[in-house]
């Protein structure tokens, strides 16, 4: 996996994976196969609901290892199937604070031999810090979808 931050406060990170591109696309849009995979490596998933349309909601809870609750969501923009996801991206910690809103967008490309290639771009963050700690979570979740793939051929 490629992990690439961008200058302007984004980070990317790009996996290949066996799997058809419309069996990849809806690993990300079927809200019961994203709850298999969508959450960090460390962490527990509490609950993943997913309307998934233009201006539909995601919401999804997660418990840290330290036992606190962290709240994530956002409103899908652009449903492109089977090629591009892009949805906002909010996070509310344990402790109540707040993130500003940020903005991913998912593209699957089509390889041979029936693979995928997906890029996740995430931008919009409000310090180079902040990217840098976001790359952790996703590629723990990306590590996660992964076995998840490999598991449900």
Same mark, same amino acid.
């Given at each position: 996996?490629?992990?690439?931050?961008?200058?302007?406060?984004?980070?990317?990170?790009?996996?290949?994976?066996?799997?058809?591109?419309?069996?990849?696309?809806?690993?990300?849009?079927?809200?019961?196969?994203?709850?298999?995979?969508?959450?960090?490596?460390?962490?527990?998933?509490?609950?993943?609901?997913?309307?998934? /349309?233009?201006?539909?909601? !995601?919401?999804?809870?997660?418990?840290?290892?330290?036992? $606190?609750?962290? =709240?994530?969501?956002? &409103?899908?923009?652009?449903?492109?199937?089977?090629?591009?996801?892009?949805?906002?991206?909010?996070?509310?910690?344990?402790?109540?604070?707040?993130?500003?809103?940020?903005?991913?967008?998912?593209?699957?490309?089509?390889?041979?031999?029936?693979?995928?290639?997906?890029?996740? /771009?995430?931008?919009?963050? !409000?310090?180079?810090?902040?990217?840098?700690?976001?790359? $952790?979570?996703? =590629?723990?979740?990306? &590590?996660?979808?992964?076995?998840?793939?490999?598991?449900?051929?």
């Amino acid at each position: 996996m490629n992990v690439v931050l961008k200058p302007a406060q984004e980070l990317e990170l790009v996996r290949d994976y066996k799997a058809p591109r419309e069996r990849v696309f809806a690993a990300w849009t079927d809200p019961d196969k994203a709850a298999r995979w969508w959450v960090p490596q460390d962490c527990t998933l509490v609950s993943c609901k997913m309307d998934v /349309r233009p201006g539909g909601g !995601w919401h999804r809870r997660m418990q840290v290892p330290s036992g $606190g609750i962290i =709240a994530k969501w956002g &409103e899908y923009r652009e449903i492109a199937a089977p090629e591009r996801l892009v949805f906002t991206y909010n996070t509310q910690y344990a402790d109540g604070a707040v993130d500003p809103e940020t903005l991913v967008t998912v593209t699957f490309e089509a390889l041979d031999a029936g693979r995928t290639r997906l890029t996740l /771009r995430h931008e919009r963050f !409000w310090s180079e810090p902040a990217a840098i700690s976001h790359t $952790g979570g996703w =590629a723990g979740a990306l &590590e996660r979808f992964g076995e998840f793939m490999s598991a449900d051929d």
